[in-house]
Structures are given as structure tokens and as C-alpha cells.
């Protein structure tokens, strides 16, 4: 007896997975979409994303195109992304779009820092001194007197302000 039909035991089956017409379409919409962002970017964003020559040529070629020309290279676009890794060029473009909220928390952590400075006074400014030892304690020292004195007798923040910009000069420096 013959065996034709039996695989050898040790052969593993090949699960095959379905995918509909359309689950495909929807997939690359999604990259056409991705291209379209990338066609939006500025040169100094542009830039910054990891793309391939033959990509970036794309994307730089539907930048100058107008109406007709650009619909069907952002189509070239969508077919050239099927072929690499999305994911790199997707966390980029995150990141890009993400980068004011980035800002506004780093600016609000500056302005906790601020606020604890001025309340510890000396601890805090040690503290500081440990992160960034080319700061100027003194100059810290006197804002900090300055921005207390201020507050004591209802005058303008002016230290305060100051306080903010010495460290976020300090801190965005890194």
C-alpha cells in the first residue's frame, strides 16, 4: 500500500489564513492614508520619517503634482508602502503629531519644579545642582529670595517668571 495521499508524520500542516477582497482594500486605504500624510509633511518632517529612496522619490514627486496626476501617485504611493514596514514610518508620524503635547508637559513638569523650588528653597536647589551642575546656584538662591519676598508683599511675579525661564533654559538645553 502507497502513502500518496498522507503526509508524513513529522510534516506540520500549513494553516492557511482567508482574507476577504475587501479586508485588503481596507488595507491598503489605510496605507494610501499613511501616504497622504507623508505627501502633507514639510521637507525638515520629511525629513525625520525612515523611508526608502524609492518611497521618499514618491513622496516628493506628489508634492509638485496637482489634482489628477497627484491622486494616482498617491495610489503609486500606497503600492510602494505595501512592499516595506509601516511601522516605523507610523511611530514617527506619531511622534510628529504628538510633539505639542510633548512640549506642554515637559512645560508642566518646569512649572512643578518651579513651584517646588520656591517653596524648598535650598533642597531643591541641590537637587538641581545634582542635574545640572553648570547651573548658577546663587543666581537660583536669589530668585528664590526674590519670588518669596514678591509673594510676602503682593507684588508682581517677576522672580517667578524668571525662575520659569532660568530652568527651562536649564532643562531644554538637554
Same mark, same amino acid.
Given at each position: 500500500?502507497?502513502?500518496?495521499? #498522507?503526509?508524513?508524520?513529522?510534516?506540520?500542516?500549513? %494553516?492557511?489564513?482567508? +482574507?476577504?477582497?475587501?479586508?485588503?482594500?481596507?488595507?491598503?486605504?489605510?496605507?494610501?492614508? +499613511?501616504?497622504?500624510?507623508?505627501? %502633507?509633511?514639510k521637507p525638515n518632517a520629511l525629513a525625520?520619517?525612515?523611508?526608502?529612496?524609492?518611497?521618499?522619490?514618491?513622496?516628493?514627486? $506628489?508634492? =509638485?503634482?496637482?489634482? @489628477?496626476?497627484? =491622486? =494616482?501617485?498617491? #495610489?503609486?504611493?500606497?503600492?510602494?508602502?505595501? #512592499?516595506?514596514?509601516? @511601522?516605523?514610518? #507610523?511611530? !514617527?508620524?506619531?511622534?510628529?503629531?504628538?510633539?505639542?503635547?510633548? $512640549?506642554?508637559?515637559?512645560?508642566?513638569? &518646569?512649572?512643578?519644579? =518651579?513651584?517646588?523650588?520656591?517653596?524648598?528653597?535650598?533642597?531643591?536647589?541641590? !537637587?538641581?545642582? +545634582?542635574?545640572?551642575?553648570?547651573?548658577?546656584?546663587?543666581?537660583?538662591r536669589q530668585l528664590v529670595r526674590q !519670588?518669596?519676598?514678591?509673594? $510676602?508683599?503682593?507684588k508682581p511675579a517677576k522672580a517667578y517668571? @524668571?525662575?520659569?525661564?532660568?530652568?527651562? $533654559?536649564?532643562? &531644554?538645553?538637554?
Amino acid at each position: 500500500m502507497s502513502r500518496k495521499n #498522507q503526509k508524513a508524520p513529522w510534516e506540520e500542516e500549513e %494553516e492557511i489564513i482567508w +482574507v476577504s477582497k475587501s479586508e485588503m482594500k481596507r488595507d491598503m486605504e489605510a496605507l494610501q492614508k +499613511v501616504g497622504e500624510e507623508l505627501v %502633507e509633511l514639510k521637507p525638515n518632517a520629511l525629513a525625520k520619517i525612515p523611508l526608502d529612496e524609492d518611497l521618499l522619490e514618491a513622496v516628493k514627486d $506628489a508634492q =509638485r503634482f496637482k489634482n @489628477e496626476a497627484r =491622486r =494616482r501617485q498617491l #495610489q503609486r504611493i500606497g503600492k510602494l508602502m505595501r #512592499q516595506v514596514d509601516v @511601522e516605523p514610518i #507610523q511611530a !514617527a508620524l506619531d511622534m510628529l503629531r504628538n510633539k505639542h503635547s510633548q $512640549a506642554t508637559v515637559a512645560l508642566k513638569k &518646569l512649572e512643578q519644579k =518651579r513651584d517646588k523650588l520656591i517653596e524648598n528653597g535650598d533642597s531643591m536647589i541641590n !537637587a538641581i545642582m +545634582v542635574d545640572h551642575p553648570d547651573a548658577d546656584r546663587q543666581r537660583l538662591r536669589q530668585l528664590v529670595r526674590q !519670588a518669596n519676598k514678591e509673594k $510676602a508683599q503682593n507684588k508682581p511675579a517677576k522672580a517667578y517668571r @524668571e525662575i520659569f525661564q532660568y530652568l527651562k $533654559a536649564l532643562y &531644554l538645553e538637554d
